[in-house]
């Protein structure tokens, strides 16, 4: 009887131990960190992004009463022909909002044939081309993934080409005319992010004004170092025609893209 005694208040001192020990031991087992939530940027966010632009060119230029120019020269011509370029583009944004420009300045020569070989047998073509864009934009879509934006501006462009014609009727004979023009635009713009470090981003953009047509469309994967350096390879193609007062100016320029975006 004494043992059987015994036994039972050493059965009800353990159950009376048992959920402080159940306590102290879930003091010392480690409960696994929540996830950390994915934050957005908060306030305004700068970036800017020099970039290379390898395009070749097609289409025709022309002015007075000298038959237009045939020039033709895919990218890998592109240092044939390039004498000089600089090219750079800049975002801010707060919130759903942003402010955008794009500015590309390209000096250009080129050597080519007449229709007909008749006025002259050649002509020689030098194109210098600036156009900067300044546009605002507001995020239809926009989470911590990515953002699709509505955006429209304005691009201006200023281009003076001088042709010199070689052989022929009109031979020897130079000429050099200058024009600038402004042309509203709208369009898309956005990336995505596919993980942490991989995001592609596009663009679409078409107007005009001064021109009969100005569009710019283009698509490239990037990818992010640290949240201040990114890099971006992909493919642009940019149009205008502009065919007034004497001045014709219908060309094509696309190729592949390189870029490096600084964020702060």
């Not at 306590?23 to 696994?32: G, I, Y």
């Not at 009463?65 to 020269?73: D, F, Y």
């Amino acid at each position: 009887m004494k043992l059987k005694n015994a036994a039972i208040a050493a059965v009800a001192v353990g159950l009376a131990l048992l959920p402080s020990t159940i306590l102290r031991a879930a003091d010392l087992t480690p409960l696994a960190p929540a996830p950390a939530a994915v934050q957005a940027p908060s306030g305004w966010t700068f970036e800017v992004t020099p970039y290379f632009w390898a395009a070749g060119i097609s289409g025709d230029v022309g002015h007075g009463r000298l038959p237009p120019a045939h020039v033709s020269a895919d990218f890998g011509d592109l240092f044939d022909h390039l004498d000089f370029a600089a090219m750079i583009t800049g975002e801010a944004r707060y919130d759903r909002f942003s402010v955008f420009g794009d500015v590309l300045y390209t000096k250009l020569s080129y050597s080519t044939g007449t229709p007909r070989g008749i006025v002259a047998n050649s002509v020689d073509v030098t194109a210098k081309s600036f156009a900067g864009l300044i546009g605002v934009g507001y995020a239809l879509l926009d989470d911590p993934s990515g953002h699709l934006d509505i955006v429209g501006g304005a691009r201006i462009w200023s281009v003076d080409t001088s042709l010199s014609l070689n052989g022929g009727f009109l031979g020897g004979f130079d000429g050099d005319l200058s024009k600038t023009w402004v042309d509203a635009v709208a369009g898309l713009r956005g990336n995505y992010f596919f993980t942490p470090h991989i995001y592609g981003t596009g663009w679409g953009l078409v107007g005009g004004g001064g021109a009969k047509v100005d569009w710019d469309v283009g698509a490239g994967l990037g990818y992010k170092f640290n949240d201040t350096i990114s890099a971006t390879a992909g493919y642009r193609a940019l149009g205008v025609n502009y065919d007034r007062d004497n001045f014709l100016f219908d060309v094509v320029e696309q190729g592949p893209i390189l870029g490096l975006t600084i964020r702060f």
